[in-house]
Structure formats: C-alpha cells, structure tokens
C-alpha cells in the first residue's frame, strides 16, 4: 500500500527542525495506523524520510548508524532518530570493549621455530 498524501505531508512538517521527536513520529504512526497502512509499511517509510533528511543536513563523517536499530543517526545526536535509545551508553560501551593499546597490532612471528628434544 502507498503512504497516503497526509502522511507524507505529516512526516516532511515534522522533519522541518532537522529532527524527528518521538512524539511526532508517534502522531505520524498514529495516524498512519487509522488510515489503514500497516505498521512495518509506515515504520520503513518514516526511517527512510528519517535517513534522507539526516543526509541533506550531515556530511558523511558526521553521521554514524544506531548499534541498535542501524538507523542513520547524526554523531552529535545523543539519541537515535528512529528507536530513540540512548546513544551515550552505546558509545561508551564501546570505548570500553576497544582494545588495550598496549597489545601488539599484529602478531610477530616466532624468529624459529622451538623444536622439542
Ligand atoms: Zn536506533
């Protein structure tokens, strides 16, 4: 099914200030759902606007995609456009499964072989 025209219009207002709040996209949804669109049809069709939108205003190196839902999410936002989860707590959890600095890149191979007597 398409997304009807009001939806369309719905979503790009809320779109207008960068961002989407999780009380638009609820009114979106909402109002989706009444008009008959399934949900995982409205879902796709709002990450898509979300995506797109996110695109116009980031460069590359300024968008990052959630751990959570892999939806584009600016690197300033500290929340995900699309699930809302917090952002922070994923970030800092993965600082803390990097890899000690101390630890060799790369293995250096034996220099010989131990041979066994
Ligand atoms: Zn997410």
Redesign the pocket.
């Known amino acids: 099914m398409a997304i009807p025209k009001k939806i369309k219009q719905l979503t790009e207002l809320a779109l207008k200030d960068k961002v989407l709040t999780q009380v638009e996209r609820q009114t979106i949804v909402k109002a989706a759902l009444e008009m008959g669109v399934p949900e995982k049809e409205i879902d796709a069709y709002i990450r898509q606007a979300t995506d797109e939108r996110i695109r116009t205003i980031y460069s590359k190196e300024e968008m990052t995609h959630?751990p959570?839902?892999?939806?584009l999410?600016p690197l300033i936002s500290n929340q995900?456009?699309?699930?809302?989860?917090d952002l922070r707590e994923a970030r800092n959890i993965t600082q803390q499964i990097q890899i000690p600095r101390n630890l060799p890149l790369s293995p250096r191979p034996r220099e010989r072989p131990q041979v066994l007597r």
Do not use: D, M, Q
């Open positions: 959630c959570y839902c892999g939806a999410t995900c456009l699309h699930c809302f989860r």
